[in-house]
């Protein structure tokens, strides 16, 4: 069972106003500023946000020593963004995830999406959410220093209907509670599935350590099972004696190579929506606790989705070199993406993506850091 962490503001003393600051960060080729938006507070953590893609573009974490760390794996220039997308940070839609055979129905009308994973359509398509620039709407110090960036989405963009007005917010508090919080509303029938891609390696993005070793808890008692394409079957597969058991603390290599699971051989590894526990919907229920035995250092992830996707960095292949030079290699980073259940538009037993006209899709999650003791 998941324990929430001690508050890092109950161990570090005084208040501090976290503080936002921007810094032009690039051009793309059509002559768009991108901008660079830092928040940081006085214990330690720094966030740094790029308004291409609305990206979570490095975060600095203190260890158990005070050492800190860049936790997620990105780029340091614009141009890597634009040429080489592996939605490092990005933040991804109009639908994350998969929908199975590029197509969907609503209100008897039938919508075809470009198929940019294999036979289905994977985080919004060719063009998504995380491959355009986003106008910075505010940028705000005090308490939580929090950045809002706002995407308007054209009718029939990515073949979704309704123009769709997408805001993401990301706030830093000095509990070290870095939150991100997309809102999104539309003229016209539509749906919707935003999350954030992060890559987290909590011994740090240079290190030459994978995050085979760190030591996952899921608060989900049963996932999705895919197909040989990862859509779900339809199914919920119970984690109990399975490798996808993480109910307790486990280190995430312990049964990464079960090739005796078909599920595992279907993702090369993790891939898998986890159906989490408690209801979606309201305040965000701790969902994931992540830590860094060497290191120390801890996240814990709260969300109000339905489910998360655990995905363990199967596909990074040597061919990109991050923010500090060294080339990012499979199990190098690993991504929990709160959202709603893979290809649910197309699978009404996993409930609705719908979004209508008046409504406001949410989607909140918070990334808390602690530390652990040795």
Do not use: C
Not at 18 to 33: I, K, N, Q, V, Y
Not at 158 to 179: I, K
Not at 286 to 311: H, I
């Amino acid at each position: 069972m998941l324990a929430a962490g001690a508050s890092a503001a109950a161990l570090a003393g005084a208040a501090h106003a976290a503080e936002a600051s921007r810094a032009p960060f690039g051009t793309l080729a059509d002559g768009t500023a991108i901008e660079r938006i830092t928040l940081t507070n006085g214990r330690g953590i720094a966030a740094s946000i790029i308004s291409y893609g609305a990206t979570l573009q490095a975060l600095e974490v203190p260890d158990r020593a005070g050492k800190r760390a860049d936790v997620v794996l990105g780029y340091a220039k614009l141009d890597d963004y634009v040429a080489v997308p592996k939605y490092f940070g990005s933040s991804v839609g109009r639908y994350a995830n998969r929908i199975a055979g590029g197509h969907f129905t609503l209100d008897g009308r039938a919508y075809t999406l470009a198929t940019n994973d294999g036979p289905n359509s994977l985080h919004g398509g060719r063009k998504g959410f995380d491959k355009v620039a986003w106008t910075v709407v505010s940028v705000e110090s005090g308490p939580a220093a929090r950045v809002v960036l706002r995407y308007v989405s054209p009718d029939g963009e990515e073949g979704y209907p309704g123009t769709l007005t997408v805001t993401a917010t990301y706030s830093l508090d000095e509990d070290n509670a870095l939150a991100i919080t997309y809102e999104a509303r539309t003229d016209k029938p539509t749906i919707v599935n935003l999350t954030n891609h992060s890559f987290f390696n909590l011994a740090g993005e240079g290190s030459d350590t994978s995050i085979l070793g760190h030591v996952l808890t899921i608060a989900a008692d049963a996932i999705t099972p895919v197909d040989e394409t990862r859509i779900p079957t339809g199914a919920l597969r119970p984690v109990a004696g399975t490798a996808f058991d993480f109910r307790t603390p486990t280190a995430i290599g312990a049964r990464i190579r079960d090739a005796s699971d078909q599920q595992i051989l279907y993702g090369r590894g993790y891939d898998h929506n986890y159906a989490l526990n408690g209801t979606a919907g309201g305040t965000p229920r701790l969902a994931a606790r992540l830590e860094d035995p060497a290191s120390g250092r801890v996240m814990e992830l709260l969300s109000d989705q339905k489910g998360v996707q655990f995905y363990s960095g199967n596909f990074l292949d040597a061919s990109v070199a991050g923010k500090s030079g060294r080339v990012y290699r499979q199990s190098d980073g690993l991504a929990l993406e709160p959202q709603l259940f893979p290809d649910t538009p197309n699978q009404p037993a996993f409930g609705s993506a719908r979004l209508d006209p008046g409504a406001v899709y949410r989607n909140r999650a918070v990334y808390r850091f602690t530390t652990s003791q040795r």
